[in-house]
């Protein structure tokens, strides 16, 4: 079974740039989940859908932030335009069932901002 | 609001050596805990979890952890460390609907 994938792995884009990140889940598996890792802080929660609906996207920064699930299969992450403190690693995460944490996760993209 | 603190930012073990991993949580009800490791390159691995039950959880390559409610901890062990055992370790604690909060990680460099 493929894993979560993620891509691209790096992205350096100057201050003010558009960068899409994307995530494709697990084939099946319904839920899905980003984290956003700053560079010396905690991986933190930024939303989950289940198939093409955000269930909770409270941990959404800000507006500059867009995440999509269309079809409720791949999942992109656009931030426009992209400040020096979104810099960090995005992880992207899936799993079947609604409770239990049964995640899995991709290796994450780590995005520059310049 | 939980929380999980981890005190190490970097530990070094000598390779053979025992390992402990320190880590707090906050968290107002019954939390469910779990380790993760992440190897350069790869994404997050669950090493294991504690749900309910048994205070003392096993997990994958050998690792183990201990969930002391009085002490607030879940503190990951292993007996003999392995130089693939180098990795970054984050404690994390379930919260809400199924999302979850982690600790800022603890580096492990395995020293020869």
């Known amino acids: 079974e493929a894993g979560v994938t993620q891509f691209p792995s790096h992205s350096v884009i100057e201050k003010g740039q558009t960068v899409t990140l994307r995530c494709d889940p697990i084939?099946?598996?319904?839920?899905l989940y980003w984290y956003r890792r700053v560079m010396g802080k905690e991986i933190k929660f930024l939303l989950h859908f289940v198939k093409e609906s955000k269930q909770d996207e409270s941990g959404m920064p800000n507006n500059r932030f867009l995440a999509e699930r269309t079809g409720g299969t791949y999942s992109t992450l656009k931030v426009q335009p992209a400040e020096l403190e979104d810099s960090g690693v995005y992880f992207c995460?899936?799993?079947?069932?609604?409770w239990g944490y049964g995640y899995t996760f991709g290796s994450g993209t780590r995005l520059t901002v310049v | 609001a939980q929380s999980v603190t981890q005190p190490d930012i970097h530990i070094t073990v000598s390779e053979g050596a025992s390992l402990e991993l320190r880590c707090n949580y906050s968290?107002?009800?019954?939390?469910?805990l779990f380790w993760y490791v992440q190897s350069p390159g790869q994404g997050l691995q669950l090493l294991l979890k504690y749900f309910s039950g048994d205070t003392l959880v096993q997990g994958i390559k050998g690792f183990e952890a201990e969930f002391k409610r009085s002490q607030s901890s879940f503190n990951l062990r292993k007996p003999s460390v392995h130089w693939s055992d180098a990795a970054e370790y984050f404690c994390a604690v379930g919260a809400g609907y199924s999302t979850l909060t982690f600790g800022k990680g603890t580096m492990l460099l395995v020293s020869p």
């Open positions: 084939s099946g598996h319904d839920n």
């Open positions: 995460a899936s799993s079947q069932a609604s």
């Open positions: 968290y107002g009800a019954t939390p469910y």
